[in-house]
């Protein structure tokens, strides 16, 4: 029923609360190859980015709390990204006109987009409207980024260019597919309080220690298939204010914000590993919308 909403109950029993959860996002990747050899890391051969990757994804998650303050939570989402672009910028091609810099733009990124979460966590904080403790967990993002088509923006001696004024490929045909999934352990803090009448706030804030990053980039238009891997940090942040409809159910508003990357990695062009240190990073900020439900089972 409607009215004056209970307060977080503390530790008297079992708790559980789940839900569904859109999320709409926009995320970024980067990757630099540095010159082969020792010492040339700030010396790029090339770098591809793909910006402005708004992506749709829904999930469900979950928390149960215990008697004795431990908590297990988690999520489990995947969608598409919808939109996007990519820029793959090279220096010092052999071609037959020596081309000191590319740029070629493909105007249109898709794929499927997945990712998981569980955290075991301990309340050193609870009571009567509020609740907080610290958590280590693990978390998988995995994505797959068709870049469809070409067209050369900074060299016309260079490839991908088209008549003037028009693209050498258009958008419809996929010429650069990158697949990346990232492994990481989590460490951070949850926390979860009544404001107000019925106005909840819950929030979670990971440093990730260690992340493995693995990917592969195809380039289709050369038969180039290059195989990536990587070890490194990042952060992960998301928070949520729910407003309880009922005494169980709450409908919710929120922000998510994730960053990986690599401070070691390597790339094998056609299998061939080379003696370089390459640099791999994503980021995926969005907004989110929310429904639960919690069951209480006191002792």
């Known amino acids: 029923m409607l009215g004056k909403a209970p307060p977080i109950a503390s530790a008297l029993g079992w708790e559980f609360e789940g839900g569904g959860r859109y999320w709409y996002s926009w995320g970024r990747f980067q990757k630099d190859l540095p010159q082969v050899g020792p010492g040339n890391d700030h010396s790029l051969v090339s770098r591809l980015t793909y910006d402005n990757m708004t992506g749709n994804t829904g999930e469900f998650f979950g928390r149960i709390d215990t008697p004795i303050n431990v908590f297990l939570k988690g999520n489990v989402g995947g969608g598409s990204i919808s939109s996007g672009h990519m820029n793959d910028e090279d220096w010092g091609l052999p071609f037959g006109v020596p081309v000191s810099y590319s740029n070629t733009l493909s105007d249109k990124v898709t794929g499927p ?19 907080a403790g610290p958590f280590i967990g693990y978390n998988r993002y995995k994505y797959t980024m068709n870049a469809g ?15 003037p004024g028009a693209p050498a490929f258009p958008t419809s045909q996929v010429t650069i597919v990158e697949d990346g999934t990232w492994d990481s352990l989590r460490i951070g803090s949850s926390a979860e309080v009544m404001l107000f009448d019925r106005w909840k706030l819950t929030g979670d804030v990971a440093y990730v220690p260690y992340t493995k990053f693995t990917g592969t980039d195809q380039h289709l238009l050369r038969g180039l298939v290059i195989d990536e891997q990587g070890h ?4 992960q942040a998301e928070a949520f204010l729910s407003y309880l409809l009922t005494d169980q159910f709450s409908v919710g508003v929120g922000g998510r914000y994730w960053a990986l990357w690599t401070t070691s990695g390597t790339d094998a062009p056609n299998g061939v590993v080379l003696p370089r240190n390459d640099t791999y990073r994503t980021d995926r900020l969005g907004v989110t919308f929310q429904a639960s439900y919690k069951f209480d089972v006191p002792k």
């Not at 490194?232 to 952060?235: A, I, L, S």
């Open 113 to 131: 987009l997945f990712y998981g979460t569980i955290d075991l966590g301990y309340d050193l904080l609870r009571g009567p409207g509020y609740k």
């Open 149 to 163: 088509g070409c067209v050369q923006i900074a060299n016309p001696f260079s490839d991908c260019t088209g008549a």
């Open 232 to 235: 490194g940090r990042g952060v």
